[in-house]
């Protein structure tokens, strides 16, 4: 009961803190979407995909090696800090000198400058990676909580002031880089850990092994979820690529405000639990089915009202942005059933069968988006979800029977909660709802009907699931007075 307790009270620290710095974010969004021109949400984005996979190898996977470890020392814990964060410094200054030639392979000279600007991120990241691992490893939840929304605010802040004061591009180069480093700041002022001096024989050597190990999968992932970006900047202008970043922002953003911190505090629960890994799978599956769910409705809703969803976001300027936020979100409802996998083989140290799981779907999104990138950003989209299907079945019919499991369960796993979620909600895009959106009207008040039926719909759909209905009956049963 007391481990069930602390359980439910981190995820809920974790999950209150990073949709407190979503609301900032997205209050942001809201804003700055109707100030800014798109090129210049665009050139920001090139360059923090450009450091997004860098900054993936800069890490050497020493976080999550650390994190996964089950007993670390100061010494220990000290080395990796420095080692993180002279990986920082290396690559700060390999972007900060190249700059100028990725400014001359997008032809866009404002790069220059934003790169320069945006490659100290690396050595922020570096000094932070441990003391984020201290605050998880300690189960200091609201240390690590407080620290992201503060920053956020900080960063907001920044980029608000700059950009009614007329420095749109600047504003946004700024949010990118003073959010990161204003957290860390406060990160480091509130743990009470502080690293010592690096020291050779402390051990260090097996967590920089597994960490090599474990950036390999990190590096194909990153490299997967940031392409998509740098591909589209090399053949589009820069207002495409900002016109894509926003849809980005609203379909996918939520989701990793949900399911990051919840990696963060099952996967080293799983690998914890005793019993064979058939039991480790349903201890995960238990917090994994609620949260998919969750993920699953709010990503439906959104796909099934996208126009409504970017009008009221963003504005009116943007109707371009639509259908790039309806096929994403229905990727991220398959992308959050899926994660049950990464949870698992992570939590068994199968790290390697999860790599090879991977590999081959990762690599065909990439080449595909190289591809069809040059005709825009829908195609390109609709490849990040023709790629997530595919790693559904790369993890069912090889990585989760490598374990000993069959495929079936494996299927099992990630759809349990959310398969009539997802069913309608491609059934719904297919018809894309003809029949509802000619009974209402393209009125304010019509959208709203049209979203509040669609999520109705949604809820009712979630119940052609019997881990659903047996879990809302549940709820409903707790939440009954007492007679």
Same mark, same amino acid.
């Given at each position: 009961?007391?481990?069930?307790?602390?359980g439910a009270?981190?995820?809920?620290?974790?999950?209150?803190?990073?949709?407190?710095?979503?609301?900032?974010?997205?209050?942001?969004l809201?804003? %700055?979407?109707?100030?800014?021109?798109?090129?210049?949400?665009? $050139?920001?984005?090139?360059v923090t995909?450009?450091?997004?996979? @860098?900054?993936?190898?800069?890490?050497?996977?020493?976080?999550?090696?650390?994190l996964?470890a089950?007993? %670390?020392?100061?010494?220990?814990k000290?080395?990796?800090?420095?080692?993180?964060t002279?990986?920082?410094?290396?690559?700060?200054?390999?972007?900060f000198?190249?700059?100028?030639?990725v400014?001359?392979?997008?032809?866009?000279?404002?790069?220059?400058?934003?790169?320069?600007?945006?490659?100290?991120?690396?050595?922020?990241?570096?000094?932070?990676?441990?003391?984020?691992?201290? +605050?998880?490893?300690?189960?200091?939840?609201?240390?690590?909580?407080?620290?992201?929304?503060? +920053?956020?605010?900080?960063?907001?802040?920044g980029?608000?002031?700059? =950009?009614?004061?007329?420095?749109?591009?600047?504003a946004?180069?700024?949010?990118?880089? %003073?959010?990161?480093?204003a957290?860390?700041? $406060?990160?480091?002022?509130?743990?009470?850990?502080?690293?010592?001096?690096?020291?050779?024989?402390a051990?260090?050597?097996?967590?920089?092994?597994?960490?090599?190990?474990?950036?390999?999968?990190?590096?194909?992932?990153?490299? !997967?979820?940031?392409?998509?970006?740098?591909?589209?900047?090399k053949?589009?202008?820069?207002?495409?690529?900002?016109? &894509?970043?926003r849809? /980005?922002?609203?379909?996918?953003?939520?989701?990793?405000?949900?399911?990051?911190?919840?990696?963060?505090?099952?996967?080293?629960?799983?690998?914890?639990?005793?019993?064979?890994?058939?039991?480790?799978?349903?201890?995960?599956?238990?917090?994994?089915?609620?949260?998919?769910?969750?993920?699953?409705? +709010?990503?439906?809703?959104?796909?099934?009202?996208?126009?409504?969803?970017?009008?009221?976001?963003?504005?009116?300027?943007?109707?371009?942005?639509?259908?790039?936020?309806?096929v /994403?979100?229905?990727s991220?409802?398959?992308?959050?059933?899926?994660?049950? &996998?990464?949870?698992?083989?992570?939590?068994?140290?199968?790290?390697?069968?999860l790599?090879?799981?991977?590999?081959?779907?990762?690599?065909?999104?990439?080449?595909?988006?190289? $591809?069809?990138?040059?005709?825009?950003?829908?195609?390109v989209?609709?490849? $990040?979800?023709?790629g997530?299907?595919?790693?559904?079945?790369?993890?069912?019919? &090889?990585?989760?029977?490598?374990?000993?499991?069959?495929?079936?369960?494996?299927?099992?796993?990630?759809l349990?909660?959310?398969?009539?979620?997802?069913?309608? =909600?491609?059934? +719904?895009?297919?018809?894309?709802?003809? %029949?509802?959106?000619?009974?209402?009207?393209d009125?304010?008040l019509?959208?709203?009907?049209?979203?509040v039926?669609?999520?109705?719909?949604?809820?009712?759909?979630?119940?052609?699931?019997?881990?659903?209905?047996?879990?809302t009956?549940?709820?409903l @049963?707790?939440?009954?007075?007492? !007679?």
């Amino acid at each position: 009961m007391a481990a069930s307790s602390f359980g439910a009270r981190a995820g809920a620290i974790l999950l209150g803190g990073q949709w407190i710095k979503y609301v900032i974010q997205l209050v942001a969004l809201v804003v %700055l979407s109707r100030m800014l021109p798109k090129s210049d949400f665009g $050139i920001v984005a090139i360059v923090t995909a450009i450091v997004a996979v @860098a900054a993936t190898v800069g890490d050497l996977g020493l976080s999550t090696a650390a994190l996964q470890a089950p007993v %670390l020392s100061h010494e220990q814990k000290s080395n990796l800090f420095w080692l993180n964060t002279g990986c920082g410094f290396v690559f700060t200054s390999a972007l900060f000198f190249a700059a100028p030639l990725v400014a001359d392979i997008y032809d866009q000279p404002e790069l220059r400058w934003v790169c320069r600007v945006l490659a100290f991120l690396f050595v922020v990241a570096g000094i932070g990676a441990q003391f984020r691992v201290e +605050g998880n490893r300690t189960g200091s939840y609201s240390r690590v909580a407080l620290a992201d929304v503060l +920053g956020g605010v900080i960063g907001v802040l920044g980029a608000l002031i700059l =950009a009614f004061l007329g420095h749109g591009l600047v504003a946004l180069t700024v949010q990118a880089l %003073l959010a990161p480093l204003a957290t860390v700041v $406060i990160l480091v002022g509130l743990t009470p850990w502080k690293p010592g001096l690096p020291r050779r024989h402390a051990g260090t050597r097996p967590l920089l092994t597994r960490g090599l190990t474990i950036v390999v999968v990190h590096l194909v992932n990153a490299i !997967s979820s940031n392409v998509d970006q740098i591909a589209l900047g090399k053949y589009h202008p820069a207002g495409l690529v900002g016109a &894509y970043n926003r849809g /980005l922002q609203i379909s996918v953003a939520p989701l990793r405000q949900i399911m990051t911190p919840m990696t963060r505090l099952v996967v080293p629960r799983m690998s914890q639990a005793e019993g064979d890994i058939r039991t480790k799978a349903e201890f995960g599956l238990g917090a994994h089915g609620p949260v998919s769910l969750l993920c699953a409705l +709010g990503c439906g809703l959104i796909a099934l009202n996208a126009p409504f969803v970017v009008r009221l976001a963003l504005g009116g300027q943007w109707p371009e942005v639509a259908p790039i936020v309806a096929v /994403l979100a229905l990727s991220s409802i398959i992308n959050a059933s899926a994660s049950i &996998y990464y949870w698992l083989l992570v939590a068994t140290t199968r790290v390697t069968t999860l790599f090879w799981s991977e590999f081959w779907p990762r690599l065909a999104m990439i080449a595909s988006i190289l $591809i069809v990138a040059r005709w825009g950003a829908v195609p390109v989209a609709v490849c $990040i979800l023709a790629g997530n299907v595919l790693m559904v079945v790369s993890a069912c019919l &090889y990585a989760v029977p490598k374990t000993g499991l069959s495929s079936r369960f494996a299927l099992g796993l990630s759809l349990r909660w959310t398969w009539g979620v997802l069913v309608f =909600a491609v059934a +719904g895009l297919v018809a894309e709802f003809g %029949l509802l959106r000619s009974l209402v009207p393209d009125t304010w008040l019509g959208q709203i009907t049209q979203l509040v039926i669609t999520g109705l719909l949604l809820l009712a759909s979630s119940l052609l699931s019997s881990d659903t209905r047996r879990y809302t009956a549940r709820l409903l @049963a707790r939440l009954r007075p007492q !007679s």
